[in-house]
């Protein structure tokens, strides 16, 4: 009895334990395809079905981030791709060096820049409101020549000054008006731009004083800020 018992107990029992193994087999391959599935749906691209292309995007897209010139004074949080686009125009990213004589790589502060042009680029800086400069360099071939003023700071802030300049040489004189560009938008762009005071070549001759070799100019420029 002991050992047909014993069958019994065995056959009769181990079909419950091979069922409940069975179920939960089922209910935990389930549970992992339902997983990995969700797990596909976000790394598989819509469009062209490859798996990864839009993974880390779609994770980006959830962080928020301190913007890089967070050191220099911007505590502002971004989520990701508006921290790049942001960082782009922040008031807060570095100078580039203004000078105009020669490419510079040099970045930083307005203070640091001011002295970095007096010590390496030899530019004669003075306070006030006015100024009134001599120069001679050679003609060349350039078809004009153009005096114009840049704003060492933010361009919403160039914005609310004027300035003029007066440019005389051989017994002529030409004048200009206009709103000083910031140090942001650069020589290249202002040239470009013609926005100053634009000698065309023919003029450039009479104000060399006749020898067609050397523009002798004197400048007088003034600067102001505008009512309110």
């Known amino acids: ?94 100078y580039k060096c203004p000078y105009a004589g020669s490419a510079c790589s040099i970045t930083g502060k307005i203070p640091e820049l001011v002295t970095h042009l007096k010590d390496d680029h030899s530019v004669d800086l003075h306070d006030g409101s006015t100024f009134d400069h001599r120069y001679a360099f050679n003609l060349g071939m350039a078809p004009f020549y153009i005096s114009f003023l840049c704003f060492m700071g933010e361009d919403t802030e160039a914005k609310k000054f004027s300035y003029s300049l007066e440019i005389s040489g051989g017994g002529r004189k030409l004048t200009w008006q206009g709103v000083p560009r910031s140090i942001r938008d650069g020589h290249q762009k202002v040239r470009d731009g013609l926005d100053g005071l634009v000698i065309p070549r023919n003029l450039a001759l009479l104000f060399s004083g006749g020898n067609g070799e050397e523009l002798k100019l004197r400048v007088i420029g003034r600067i102001w800020k505008q009512k309110q």
């Open 1 to 94: 009895m002991a050992p047909r018992g014993g069958v019994l107990y065995d056959v009769e029992s181990r079909p419950k334990y091979l069922k409940y193994d069975v179920e939960m087999e089922k209910t935990v391959k389930t549970n992992t395809r339902a997983s990995n599935n969700g797990l596909y749906e976000l790394l598989e691209c819509p469009v062209c079905a490859n798996l990864m292309c839009l993974a880390l995007e779609k994770v980006a897209e959830s962080l928020e981030l301190p913007c890089r010139y967070r050191s220099l004074g911007c505590h502002d949080i971004f989520p990701y791709y508006s921290k790049l686009k942001h960082e782009k125009s922040c008031r807060f990213r570095p």
